[in-house]
């Protein structure tokens, strides 16, 4: 069963720095493209930042370059998000999420989502 | 404010059929294909459609996705209670090189 788990979310002020973690298991993660999309409260889905599977291609929204630096240790299974100088506009929930791929074809789409981390940014 | 355009809000009754909307442009939805996504209240995301009209395993063919020039559509025949949930549609930007999203369509079932 393909699971995505997040974690590192939390209430840090602004200004301030948090790293997300993403543990994946049940496929084979290391040929996954994978992403982080956020949802602020009670809003829609933003694309953040994507990462392909041996991290050559890293992209981000214009909305976090340069504060957002995505990783992956494929060794431990797990994606990262650092977050640096964060604002109230970056409060919302941050999902991992998986580039959906069958029959040997991989598709723009995200098939598996973890559960979500809460980052609240506020004074 | 979200990239695509969707109506906040649909309704429908048991049994009946309901059309979702979603509106881009040339650079998106006009020249790349459509993911949807249901979100049933306080889960995460699920696709139903991705390439436009193509069902994940699973999702059963009630479900339907179509586009015409720069918009999408999902239909959802024979509604049921559990189809009430809020539903965003997606595309693909290649000058950011990642997804836009839609804001969400609340489909609330009567």
């Known amino acids: 069963e393909v699971q995505l788990v997040e974690s590192g979310g939390g209430l840090v002020k602004p200004g301030g720095s948090l790293r997300l973690s993403c543990a994946a298991s049940?496929?084979?993660?290391?040929?996954?493209?994978v992403y982080w999309v956020r949802q602020a409260p009670g809003r829609g889905l933003e694309w953040v930042s994507s990462?392909?599977?041996?991290?050559?291609?890293?992209y981000y929204a214009d909305s976090v370059t340069g504060r957002f630096t995505v990783s992956r240790d494929n060794a431990q299974n797990s994606l990262y998000l650092h977050m640096n100088s964060l604002r109230a506009d970056d409060t919302a929930i941050y999902y991992c999420?998986?580039?959906?791929?069958?029959?040997?074809?991989?598709?723009?789409?995200?098939?598996?989502w973890g559960q979500g981390t809460l980052v609240t940014v506020s004074s | 404010q979200s990239v695509l355009t969707q109506p906040p809000s649909a309704s429908g009754t048991p049994g009946r059929n309901v059309t979702i909307s979603c509106s881009g442009s040339?650079?998106?939805?006009?020249?790349?294909?459509v993911n949807w996504y249901r979100q049933l209240p306080g889960t995460t995301p699920k696709l139903v459609i991705y390439?436009?009209?193509q069902r994940p395993s699973g999702v059963p063919d009630r479900f339907s996705g179509s586009k015409s020039g720069t918009s999408a559509s999902l239909a959802i025949s024979g509604l049921q209670s559990e189809d009430e949930a809020d539903y965003f549609c997606?595309?693909?930007?290649?000058?950011?090189?990642?997804?836009?999203f839609g804001g969400g369509t609340k489909l609330t079932v009567l």
């Open positions: 999420a998986r580039e959906y791929c069958s029959h040997h074809v991989c598709y723009p789409a995200l098939d598996s």
């Open positions: 049940g496929f084979t993660f290391s040929q996954s493209t």
């Open positions: 990462i392909s599977g041996r991290s050559i291609y890293k």
């Open positions: 040339d650079s998106d939805i006009g020249s790349k294909t």
């Open positions: 390439s436009t009209n």
């Open positions: 997606a595309s693909w930007d290649d000058s950011l090189n990642g997804p836009v």
